[in-house]
């Protein structure tokens, strides 16, 4: 990336791209609640990252809260 992609984690740490070198980032925006979409949507990322095999070492899954005042 050209500008990193900058976040905070739980616990309020910065995180950034640059903490995950050599790897293609793939982020998902949602949040802890979400009943439907959510889950379904993570359950594929996994099943992605497991079909692809040895090659998903090079990706980092990332789930960023969209409602980090309950999660």
């Known amino acids: 990336?050209?500008?990193?992609?900058?976040?905070?984690?739980?616990?309020?740490?910065t995180v950034t791209s640059d903490d995950f070198p050599e790897k293609f980032l793939l982020v998902?925006?949602?949040?802890t609640h979400c009943a439907?979409?959510?889950?379904?949507?993570l359950s594929a990322m996994v099943e992605a990252l497991a079909e692809i095999g040895p090659a998903a070492?090079?990706?980092q899954p990332l789930f960023v809260?969209?409602?980090p005042e309950r999660d």
């Open 1 to 13: 990336l050209e500008h990193p992609l900058v976040l905070a984690d739980a616990d309020g740490k």
């Open 28 to 31: 998902y925006f949602g949040y």
């Open 36 to 41: 439907d979409q959510c889950p379904t949507a």
């Open 57 to 59: 070492d090079y990706i």
């Open 65 to 67: 809260t969209v409602d």
